[in-house]
């Protein structure tokens, strides 16, 4: 009934689903005990043996915490194995609260990667092609008017051909539409706010925030501007 582990090894128990095979389950118990042991103490962790071949994984493996916060803190972190491993992205499963972690963490990462990336270019191009902002700046609680980004759209996952011995494919990001939206969800879900953005290396190479007074910009606005410009020379 998919539950058998929190039955097996008690509560506070995470399913991993996905394991690479090829290596030995004792191998791959030691890995995980080694990566999921900064969060807390670790009370088991079991890798299923192939039942075909006990001297490597079957795909799906067990690790249960001492208490309920490490592992609801493990499970929020992106497991990823490195390319000896087949490039795995681990899906998880608390088994107690049946919460699972999102295994198109990754993908999404360097898609809101590149929209960051976007969103810089953009307001470099703005302020330096606009004579009122290189002289003024621009408010910085107006600063993503007229920037844009796109966003994923939240549909159902597209059918997958299968891959070699009927194994399917990583689905990562594939056939996902998006749409352009204004400028401010990439930000926000990285930095917390524009100022943080922008202050951050190395967009801080870029951009200048400057504290005006604030009598000048009393109609709207904090007083903050991003700046002018200020691409090859340091903060």
Same mark, same amino acid.
């Given at each position: ?18 394991? !690479? ?10 890995? %995980? ?5 900064? =969060?807390? &103490? +670790? ?21 249960? =915490? ?5 592992a %609801? ?8 194995? *490195? ?12 088994? $107690?609260? $049946?919460?699972r972690?999102? &295994? ?14 976007? +969103?810089?270019?953009?307001l ?5 092609? $606009?004579?009122? =902002?290189?002289?003024?700046? /621009? #408010?910085?609680?107006?600063?993503? +008017?007229?920037?844009w980004e796109r966003?994923?759209? *939240?549909? #159902? ?10 194994? !399917?494919?990583s /689905?990562?990001?594939?056939?996902? *539409? ?7 969800t ?10 943080q953005?922008?202050t951050?290396?190395? =967009? $801080?190479? %870029?951009?200048?925030l ?7 910009v ?10 002018q *410009?200020?691409?090859?020379?340091g903060?």
């Open positions: 009934d998919g539950y058998e582990g929190a039955r097996i090894f008690g509560e506070n128990t995470l399913e991993l689903s996905g394991m !690479p095979l090829g290596r030995t389950p004792e191998y791959m118990q030691e890995r %995980l005990r080694r990566f999921f042991s900064k =969060f807390g &103490p +670790v009370k088991h962790c079991r890798a299923e043996p192939h039942p075909a071949d006990p001297y490597q994984c079957e795909g799906k493996a067990w690790v249960t =915490f001492r208490d309920k916060a490490a %609801l803190k493990a499970l929020r972190a992106p497991l990823k194995f *490195p390319a000896s491993l087949h490039d795995k992205v681990i899906s998880m499963r608390h088994l $107690d609260s $049946d919460k972690n999102d &295994p198109d963490y990754f993908e999404k990462s360097k898609f809101w990667d590149a929209q960051l990336v976007s +969103v810089a270019r953009q470099h191009a703005e302020l330096s092609a $606009d004579l009122g =902002f290189r002289t003024a700046g /621009k #408010p910085l609680s107006k600063v993503g +008017v007229g920037l966003e994923l759209l *939240p549909l #159902p996952a597209p059918v997958l051909p299968r891959g070699r011995a009927g194994v !399917p494919p /689905k990562g990001l594939h056939g996902v *539409p998006t749409r352009a939206v204004q400028a401010q990439a930000v926000r879900q990285r930095f917390g706010s524009w100022e953005f922008l951050e290396s190395p =967009f $801080d190479q %870029l951009f200048a400057e504290r005006l007074p604030l009598a000048p009393a109609a709207g606005g904090n007083g903050a501007t991003a700046g *410009p200020a691409a090859g020379h903060s």
